[in-house]
């Protein structure tokens, strides 16, 4: 079970590591914009997502985020590239141009399909990275202080926040203890017999409701003891609260947030560049050459 | 032998800035039908010991021995992990929280039909384990859940002594029960190591080691510090801050120290030394 280690914190102490994570939500939230801007032509969206692909081995680079973790964490992702070919290749849209193989008059495979869903694959991965070199620079303390202060001004209309930082930030203190917890069942399990891995149907459906009831009944039982200590200590949510450690803003915040704004704004320009100029290849202008079509 | 451990290393969350090393070269040799002691303070790795034991973890390095089982650190080349699982048996620290079907006898059977008996005969076994472990009739049908603790442990241990394993591994079995429920529980691990079992028991209760085991093995930082006979170690050890020598054998060693005439290797509990001091009063 420990093998869960997908965007896990992990404490070191490099210059993302430092940046304040009020600016690193931000960053990450220009980041993915950026991604998500859709271009007219084609090879203008596969030159950015190259470029945006180069940055984010930078950035983990930078952040010392290992490539082991994530590419075990997207082998998982197999299952969503089959799905999403599936539903591409049998409903097409009708804008689509290039045929593959054509059955009939009503019926054709496109090239367009797999061009799309590869490009929504290749959108997922990189957002997926990115949330994990934030998830694996930020302790989820820190997040969650980010969050809370975001929010902030929805207190004005009365919405509570704090309330749902406290609770936020509890479930997120509480993910690693019930991994251990899960551990710790299975061995349990495991040395009274239970096989986890092998067997038929109805033996793996034992064997998960051997797991996921003591699971469950551990998981209510801390949380009933955790709100008594709170209440013993007179936990209020309603009182002014102060903090251990501030959160500050240094030279190196200035550095990263100029970094995501010049991307941000960079990618800004050539989308409205490109919707303004209809069908120019941006990828022809820059490099002077014609790539077809 | 019952079981031999050969340089045996653990380490936890390996190229992982989380990484600690857990077991640091253990070698021990632990002879069958033996009661043996397992201590340490808290963190020394007694608990990852016992779960390498019955490759619940594989060894990082080194192997292990239990009969004619083998334990490496190649996780495939580890065969029959379920039949080592039923010849030496571990009752979990906290075992209490494993509990989850409906019933009380369920549970226990549960066990039982993993390792391929059938309901009526895995039923009836675990009668006779909640029996032996003192929970009646009454308890058969009711809810693990609506237990108390102690109760709960009851039950979990019923659930590994009905397995009825050759090698009995107990982590810490008696930690947070009652004065009755830890006798209980140790008179009935007595009565399964005189019947020829193998016990290994980790504990903080330096009581229960005098009384109980026959030799013990001390681990620190994950390296075994001491191996040898039980009377031996609170003998020739200073007061340790991990060892605490239980006050009766303190007391049997002032009186041989003022010239008693007291054979410290025999003292197991109270009734052992007051049957020295009595026939040395007669002579
Ligand atoms: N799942 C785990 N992941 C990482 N480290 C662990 C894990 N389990 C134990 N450790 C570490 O390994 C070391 C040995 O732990 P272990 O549980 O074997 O100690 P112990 O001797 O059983 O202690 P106790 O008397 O408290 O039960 C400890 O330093 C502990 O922090
Ligand atoms: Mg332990």
Redesign the interface.
């Not at chain 1, 061995?187 to 096989?195: E, F, I, L, P, T």
């Not at chain 2, 929280?97 to 989850?100: A, G, H, R, T, V």
């Given at each position: 079970m420990?093998n869960v280690?997908f965007g896990r914190y992990?404490?070191?102490n490099t210059f993302t590591h430092k940046v304040d994570p009020r600016n690193k939500i931000l960053i990450l939230i220009l980041l993915m914009v950026s991604i998500f801007l859709q271009f007219h032509v084609w090879s203008t969206t596969l030159l950015l997502s190259g470029v945006f692909l180069i940055l984010l081995i930078c950035l983990m680079l930078i952040s010392k985020v290992n490539f082991l973790d994530l590419f075990k964490s997207l082998k998982s992702m197999w299952f969503l590239v089959i799905f999403l070919l599936v539903i591409y290749v049998f409903i097409p849209n009708p804008t689509y141009k290039f045929v593959c193989y054509r059955f009939n008059d009503h019926y054709a495979i496109y090239w367009d399909s797999f061009y799309q869903s590869g490009y929504i694959i290749l959108r997922l991965i990189l957002m997926i990275s990115l949330t994990m070199v934030l998830t694996s620079t930020t302790k989820p303390m820190d997040l969650t202080y980010a969050f809370e202060w975001y929010m902030t001004p929805l207190k004005v209309i009365r919405f509570p926040v704090h309330e749902i930082a406290m609770t936020l930030s509890i479930a997120l203190r509480f993910i690693p203890t019930l991994l251990d917890e899960t551990d710790?069942?299975m061995?349990?399990?495991?040395?009274?017999?239970?096989?986890f891995n092998r067997g038929g149907l109805f033996k793996r459906f034992k064997a998960v409701?051997?797991l996921i009831?003591?699971l469950f009944?551990?998981a209510i039982q801390r949380s009933e003891e955790l709100s008594d200590a709170m209440e013993a200590r007179g936990y209020n949510p309603r009182e002014k609260r102060t903090r251990y450690r501030k959160l500050t803003f240094s030279w190196r915040d200035i550095i990263a947030l100029l970094f995501g704004l010049a991307i941000f704004g960079g990618i800004l320009y050539l989308f409205i560049y490109d919707h303004n100029v209809e069908e120019i290849d941006l990828f022809m202008q820059i490099f002077g050459i014609n790539v077809g079509f | 032998m019952a079981i031999e451990v050969k340089n045996l290393f653990y380490i936890?969350?390996r190229k992982?800035?989380y990484q600690q090393t857990a077991l640091d070269d253990v070698s021990l040799t632990i002879p069958t039908g033996s009661f043996v002691g397992l201590i340490g303070r808290t963190g020394s790795g007694k608990s990852t010991l016992v779960?390498n034991l019955?490759a619940?973890l594989i060894p990082t390095e080194g192997e292990i021995i239990v009969d004619e089982f083998h334990i490496g650190n190649k996780k495939r080349k580890n065969k029959k992990i379920?039949q080592l699982?039923?010849h030496l048996?571990?009752v979990?620290q906290f075992?209490e929280?494993?509990?989850?079907e409906e019933t009380v006898e369920k549970d226990v059977a549960?066990?039982l039909m993993?390792?391929g008996y059938k309901q009526n005969e895995a039923i009836e076994l675990a009668h006779k384990a909640l029996l032996s472990v003192g929970l009646d009739e009454k308890y058969f049908k009711r809810s693990p859940?609506e237990l108390s603790g102690g109760e709960r442990r009851r039950v979990a241990i019923a659930?590994?002594l009905a397995?009825n394993p050759d090698i009995l591994v107990l982590d810490e079995p008696t930690a947070g029960l009652d004065v009755k429920g830890s006798k209980d529980i140790m008179s009935l691990v007595k009565q399964m190591h005189e019947d020829g079992k193998t016990i290994i028991m980790v504990t903080h209760d330096m009581d229960l080691v005098l009384r109980y085991t026959e030799q013990c093995f001390v681990l620190k930082d994950g390296k075994v510090t001491f191996g040898g006979s039980t009377n031996q170690l609170f003998d020739t050890i200073s007061d340790d801050s991990a060892i605490e020598i239980p006050p009766l054998f303190k007391l049997a060693k002032k009186l041989k120290d003022r010239g008693a005439p007291i054979n410290i290797e025999n003292i197991k509990n109270a009734e052992d030394l007051i049957k020295q001091v009595n026939s040395w009063r007669k002579k």
């Open positions: 420990n280690t992990s404490p070191l710790r069942i061995k349990a399990q495991a040395s009274r017999g239970v096989d409701i051997s009831i003591p009944v551990s | 936890y969350g992982t800035p779960q019955n619940l379920k699982r039923k048996s571990l979990f075992p929280y494993q509990l989850f549960f066990g993993n390792f859940f659930g590994i397995i």
